[in-house]
């Protein structure tokens, strides 16, 4: 960051555009009387609504509202903070914020960077980096559940669960150094505080909250659901009927669909982005052909793939082919289609191994309610977690490479030779990896990216 986090800011914090009340904020470490002296002709009480003009440099109203102060360090960012409630116009806005700019000028007042009030609050303590990251994550919200997730986040829910992980872990370590300045009771160490039956109980609780964190990132990031298959087996009809509306073109022509359609639908609130392909098939069409590669760059990204199949139209050895060809780790649905069309018996085709077969009409809508339900089932989605945390990506690396360190560190207890302090060094390295998530060991350049992502204001 250019900037100083030493210097006064200033920005319009409510969304750009009209509304009925727009509010300016200010935030300073010094006390910020003279301002108000300046730009209200008066100091505040504290945590008081004033109802006030708010003044020109000439002493002309710009506008009229509710000025309320909040000395350091009871504020938002912990430092002293001034709010201006006026008019939501964004002229006067825009002019009430160069007003507080120009009063400032002397005390260094500039614009605030975006998130720069968040990253204040957190680098003077009064929230964490989950928490921080979390208020991002509620003003983005876009549905009911993703927004109840940012709040349990934000009231530090999923940083206190860290927290109570991260100690556990660091008693442990404890034991162990102690233990290590007599090597001759490093044997008996590991029997005589159970530490491998601790450190199993802290694996299994990590494994809890990866579980959640990770249905915490479907509700933030969405699943992305591609649909696969022969051409003409009615994929851009299944992505319309689940969408509800006519989103990619259907024809009779095989290959009509050369470039991909997403279209993002919700289920029971977890938002999914579903991508109709290209048909897969062998093709001389060199635009055909580049749809096809399009397609498996899709399926390599997926979430889940939907295998579509035609009810009346068996090809076994096509619909072989193509899950020979699906990337072993990721979810496959198999999803026969048309059975408005198919005769009793024409749908008994094989199974791939392993993988689940549902049966479908894009046309009559038979099927789909269930295939919405095995859509989240299958992606790892658990309807009976109340309120997961809006996890992020960064969160669930640093819970897996924690879960990675104490593993390596139960294959050490379990030798045994004396390996303690190897047991030691990873259970510090698990520490670190977990303690990332909610900020004290984090470096500047992360918390330049993790706040950059804010808008203005926040
Ligand atoms: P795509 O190439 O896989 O995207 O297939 P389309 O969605 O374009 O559908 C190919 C043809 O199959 C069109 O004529 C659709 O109307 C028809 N079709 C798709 N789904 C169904 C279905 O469930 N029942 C029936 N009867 N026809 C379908
Ligand atoms: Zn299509």
Known sequence: MSHSDQDPIAAIATAAGRGGIGVVRVSSRQPLDGLMRELLGRTLTPRHA????????????IDEGIALSFPAPHSYTGEHVLELQGHGGPVVLRRLLA?????????????????EFTRRAFLNDRMDLAQAEAVADLIDASSEAAARSAAASLTGAFSNEVHGLADRIVHLRMLVEATLDFPEEEIEFLEKYQARETLAVIQSDLARLLSQARQGAILREGLHVVLAGQPNVGKSSLLNALAGFEAAIVTPIAGTTRDKVVQEIAIDGVPLHIVDTAGLRDTEDTVERIGIERTWAEIG????????????????ELDAAITSKLPPRTPVLEVVNKMDLAEPGQVAQQQAEGTKRLYVSARTGEGLDALKQELLAIAGWNPSFESPYLARERHIQALLVTADHLEI?????????RVLDLFAEELRLAHEALTSITGEFSSDDLLGVIFSRFCIGK
């Open 409 to 417: 560190a139960g294959e050490h207890a379990a030798q045994s030779d």
């Open 99 to 115: 007003r507080c700019l120009q009063a400032g000028r002397e005390t260094g007042m500039r614009l605030a960077e975006p998130g």
């Open 50 to 61: 004033h109802y006030l003009p708010f003044r020109d440099a000439g002493g002309t109203a």
């Open 301 to 316: 990204k997926a979430d889940v793939i939907v295998h579509l199949i035609d009810a009346t139209r068996p090809g076994p």
